[in-house]
């Protein structure tokens, strides 16, 4: 589920209630029956916060066992979980859908050796060196995923 899309649902005292979409507040607002349900007493419950809160109790196997996440959805998310990330782009195919992850850590790499290990263990990647003096002061290491 996309971070930057608060999903709620608003109940009234009556039992009542609306789905909401807080980056949709304005043009939910024009329409008088909202404005008045929200007028009114009612409470606000975060559906982003519950698909969190039960990913985070069942873990992501068994979200996507029981569908509530795609296998794309986890592969994304146990990428956040690795150590060392420092950024995470999804790409999209032609018909908007997730097609490729690609997750850029930063590596700490101390002898030319290590630099041998770090290309033989993964696929598809883009490394980038920088040296100081002869010495290896950084290392980043993207890695190409292609997303089910």
Known sequence: MRQNHEFK?????????VPFKESYKDLWMEHESVRHFIAKTHISLSINEMITDLI??????????????SHAEVQVIEAMRENNVKEITVRFNKKEKPDLLLVEKKEDVGKSARIMDLIMSHGYQDI????????????SNITKQKLK
């Open 9 to 17: 649902l608003l109940i009234n005292s009556e039992g009542d209630y």
């Open 56 to 69: 985070g109790d069942i873990g992501t196997e068994e979200a996507m066992n029981a569908k509530i996440l």
């Open 128 to 139: 980038t060196l920088k040296t100081e003096n002869g010495n290896v002061i950084s290392c």
